[in-house]
């Protein structure tokens, strides 16, 4: 079985920083394309970043594009998130995902085959 585990989420500032971390197991980390999705109370899962397999393609949303980074160490079998800068908006469950191939289709949900519990990100203002 494939399992992903978040954290790093917590309560931050307006205008700080955080990094999450997302760390899988059960099979080769370095063959996964991975995401980051999140989902604010009453919204839609939205995505919010991507990675491919070697790390040289990353993707991201508009909304946080150049405040947020996402990385990837494959020999510790895991995929960061760092999120600078942050707004009240910015504040949700952030999920990491897996998946098994390299999709074009990497902004949406359902392309990911395995999820981690989420990690809740609070913006204080």
């Known amino acids: 079985q494939v399992q992903l585990v978040e954290s790093g989420g917590g309560l931050v500032q307006a205008g700080g920083s955080l990094r999450l971390s997302c760390v899988a197991s059960g099979r080769t980390f370095s063959s996964y394309f991975m995401g980051w999705f999140r989902q604010a109370p009453g919204k839609e899962r939205e995505f919010v970043a991507a990675?491919?397999?070697?790390?040289?393609?990353?993707y991201y949303a508009d909304s946080v594009k150049g405040r947020f980074t996402i990385s990837r160490d494959n020999a510790k079998n895991t995929v960061y998130l760092q999120i600078n800068s942050l707004k009240p908006e910015d504040a949700a469950v952030y999920y990491c995902?897996?998946?098994?191939?390299?999709?074009?289709?990497?902004?949406?949900?359902?392309?990911?085959?395995?999820w981690g519990p989420g990690t809740q990100v609070t913006v204080s203002s």
């Open positions: 995902a897996e998946d098994m191939h390299s999709s074009s289709r990497y902004a949406s949900w359902d392309e990911y085959e395995y």
């Open positions: 990675i491919s397999r070697s790390a040289y393609s990353t």
